[in-house]
């Protein structure tokens, strides 16, 4: 990874994973204005641009510009909810023959994350389309924060919805067409009024969700 820094205002934290060969690289950096790196194994070297809401005693990311040979690409518009306040955590991910980059666009109640994802363009060779412009990135979407479990090849997000734990989403993805597809979901919820915990699995079955798990439990 390569890092070109200008300014120290701001936190960024860029974090480099190569899950193919199960080794993590990071570095704490200050500002990426721009912030330049490789993305995937073509080599294409990239500047990653942050524009601001300065309004108010608070700054906010509002967009990341995408440059390459100093050329304008492509801008990244947040999908997250609210706008992201920094420190920043924006990493790139390689996985297998894919590579994504992500922002944590929220850090809310019960330590649970949710970050934008994108995916890289296998086929980017660096030049313009017919129209003059040509874009690497594409938006998978805003998830809760995913992890990688390089044994199934799956990608992993756990949501707690509190009561010790006991309340929670998880789900599981695969990356199929460039895109995150459900093939997992399990949940467990509180029903107050009969004070019992319904648990539910769903897994994929045909391209839908089908439930094989649906339950009662009493966990006082």
């Known amino acids: 990874m390569l890092f070109k820094f200008s300014n120290p205002n701001l936190a960024l934290f860029v974090l480099l994973i190569s ?4 080794e993590v690289n990071s570095k704490e950096v200050t500002d990426c204005q721009p912030c330049e790196f490789l993305v995937g ?3 294409h070297v990239f500047d990653f641009i942050f524009y601001f809401d300065e309004g108010g005693n608070k700054r906010k990311l509002k967009k ?10 492509q801008s990244l518009t947040i999908e997250g909810e609210e706008e992201v ?5 924006f990493d790139v991910v390689n996985v297998q023959n894919a590579s994504m980059i992500y922002l944590v666009t929220s850090n809310g109640a019960s330590g649970n994350m949710y970050a934008d994802y994108w995916i890289y363009d296998n086929d980017f060779i660096g030049v313009s389309d017919s129209q003059g ?3 690497p990135f594409h938006l998978l979407g805003n998830f809760p924060y995913l ?3 390089p044994d199934r090849n799956v990608f992993k997000s756990h949501v707690s919805g509190g009561h010790g734990g006991r309340s ?9 067409n460039n895109e995150l597809k459900l093939v997992y979901l399990e949940s ?22 089908v439930v094989v798990v649906n339950e009662k439990l009493n966990l006082k």
């Open 64 to 73: 990341i510009d995408v440059k390459h040979n100093q050329r304008d690409l």
């Open 168 to 176: 929670f989403e998880k789900s599981e993805y695969t990356l199929e």
């Open 85 to 89: 306040e920094g420190p920043y955590d």
């Open 41 to 43: 194994k073509s080599g």
């Open 133 to 135: 412009k040509s874009e």
């Open 188 to 209: 467990q919820s509180y029903d107050h009024k009969a004070d019992i915990y319904l648990h539910t699995i769903k897994k994929l079955n045909s391209n839908r969700l």
């Open 147 to 149: 992890t990688y479990d």
């Open 19 to 22: 899950l193919a060969s199960l």
